[in-house]
């Protein structure tokens, strides 16, 4: 009898592509439910059978996850536009009540799906935020706000022959990042030689880290939990510092006050009007650069058997990909 595959939405992205490779390893046939002309042809080299489609259309939904063993429902959507918050809507709250949907229909009995940090809440200073920190409801980024409701679509659906685990990624760093994910841009950005940053402390983590914690959380995991996946906490001028030294290019890192943030996102989102591009600073990323975002993966690690390698490990694998590809310049 035919083995019943595991299916993975937003298997061309960043996490996705490195799960589907997890999985792959482990000897698990894989079936990816992709957006089309998301450049889905290696998948199908790799041994893998490609659906196409959109986690917003129901019935698509439904059809890919037919007789699948487990369901990650990876795909997400990230934008700090406001205009972009019916999209954000539409994937990350609605994405997830499609994959509800399609598991029940489909006779699916695990259902991991991909939320965030964002999800959780960022805290103050270097105080570790765990799984436990209550949704204070001021967290009105569109980003956070639609990854926290589409997590709690996804725990709440959690019983009556599914059980449904969450996993809550950090900022995603590592090698085979093409396009490249918000994290990996970053990296490039301070790889080659940014000087500034302000004095937040964030969260990072690897994403082969993560694809483990995704496999991981559809073992052990408990029915409607949720499973921080959390590297290392950095203030970023050390983080900055990190991946210039990473890259040949070590170099003092200034410190700007927090206050200088909404006023620059204001002045940059104008430029960019003006030029009729997207602004690279938005006024919710200002926002969310006013609170620490330093996380515990504890649980991961107790209850799932989780870990993290070094996050220097992961910065220079992440670069010397980077530089590998061209994708740093001289």
């Known amino acids: 009898m035919k083995e019943r595959p595991d299916l993975v939405t937003g298997a061309t992205g960043f996490v996705g592509s490195h799960l589907v490779k997890a999985l792959l390893r482990r000897g698990r046939p894989v079936r990816a439910f992709v957006r089309p002309g998301t450049g889905a042809e290696h998948l199908a080299s790799l041994g893998v059978e490609v659906v196409p489609g959109d986690v917003t259309d129901p019935d698509g939904y439904i059809a890919a996850a037919d007789k699948a063993a487990r ?49 959780v809440g960022g805290g103050h200073g270097p105080v570790e935020v765990d799984e436990t920190r209550p949704w204070h409801g001021d967290e009105s980024l569109g980003y956070a706000a639609t990854k926290h409701a589409g997590e709690a679509v996804a725990l709440k659906a959690s019983g009556k022959g599914l059980r449904v685990v969450c996993v809550n990624p950090s900022i995603v760093l590592g090698p085979d990042d093409p396009r490249p994910s918000a994290g990996g841009a ?145």
């Open 71 to 119: 369901v990650f429902h990876v795909a997400g959507f990230v934008s700090f536009m406001k205009e972009e918050r019916p999209r954000l809507e539409a994937v990350n709250e609605g994405g997830v009540r499609n994959a509800v949907k399609a598991c029940r229909a489909g006779g699916v009995e695990t259902l991991v799906v991909t939320s965030s940090v964002a999800a």
């Open 186 to 330: 970053y990296v490039i950005l301070a790889a080659k030689g940014l000087r500034w940053s302000v004095g937040m402390i964030q969260g990072f983590v690897d994403a082969r880290d993560v694809a483990e914690g995704h496999i991981l959380a559809a073992e052990k995991g408990k029915a409607g939990e949720r499973y921080i996946l959390n590297g290392a906490n950095l203030r970023m001028a050390e983080f900055i510092k990190t991946c210039r030294e990473a890259a040949g290019r070590p170099g003092k890192v200034f410190t700007l006050p927090r206050w200088v943030l909404p006023p620059a996102a204001v002045l940059a989102e104008w430029w960019s009007d003006k030029r009729g591009i997207a602004p690279n600073f938005t006024r919710e990323q200002a926002r969310m650069a006013r609170r620490d975002a330093a996380f515990s993966s504890r649980k991961a690690q107790v209850e799932l058997g989780w870990k993290a390698r070094p996050l220097a490990d992961t910065v220079k694998d992440t670069v010397a990909w980077f530089e590998r590809n061209r994708m740093l310049g001289p």
